[in-house]
C-alpha cells in the first residue's frame, strides 16, 4: 500500500489550498484516514482525522477553517485549508488506517508529505 500526497505550496495569509492523498495498492477496505503536519522543532500533531463511518476530528486551530473529505470510490483524503495563517507553516502528512484483504489487521501507513508554506 502507498499513499501520495500532493497540493503543498506557497500561499499567501488569507488564503487557501487544498491537499489530496491517494491510497493504492492492496487494499480492501479503509478503516479510516488523516492529516497530519510537522512545523520546524515541533512533534508530529494531528490535524484533522476522518473515519469510514464519516465522524470528524480537528485540531482546535485549525476548526472552522479546515475540511476534512473522501472519496472512497478512490480511495483519497482531501484536506480543503482556507483562511491559511503563517502558523500553518508546516511539513502536511497523510495518515490511513487500511486492511489489504479480508480478515487483516488495520495497519498504518504514511504519505510522504507535501509542504504547505504560508508568507508574504
Known amino acids: 500500500v502507498q499513499l501520495q500526497a500532493s497540493g503543498g505550496g506557497l500561499v499567501q495569509p488569507g488564503g487557501f489550498l487544498r491537499l489530496s492523498c491517494a491510497a493504492s495498492g492492496s487494499i480492501f477496505s479503509v478503516n479510516d484516514m488523516g492529516w497530519y503536519r510537522q512545523a520546524p522543532g515541533n512533534e508530529r500533531e494531528l490535524v484533522a482525522h476522518v473515519t469510514s463511518a464519516g465522524d470528524t476530528y480537528y485540531e482546535d486551530s485549525v476548526k472552522g477553517r479546515f475540511t476534512i473529505s473522501t472519496d472512497n470510490a478512490k480511495n483519497t483524503v482531501y484536506l480543503r485549508m482556507n483562511s491559511l495563517k503563517p502558523e500553518d507553516t508546516a511539513v502536511y502528512y497523510c495518515?490511513?488506517?487500511?486492511?489489504?484483504?479480508?480478515?487483516?489487521?488495520?495497519?498504518?501507513?504514511w504519505g510522504q508529505g507535501t509542504l504547505v508554506t504560508v508568507s508574504s
Open positions: 495518515n490511513a488506517g487500511i486492511k489489504s484483504y479480508f480478515g487483516a489487521s488495520v495497519r498504518r501507513y
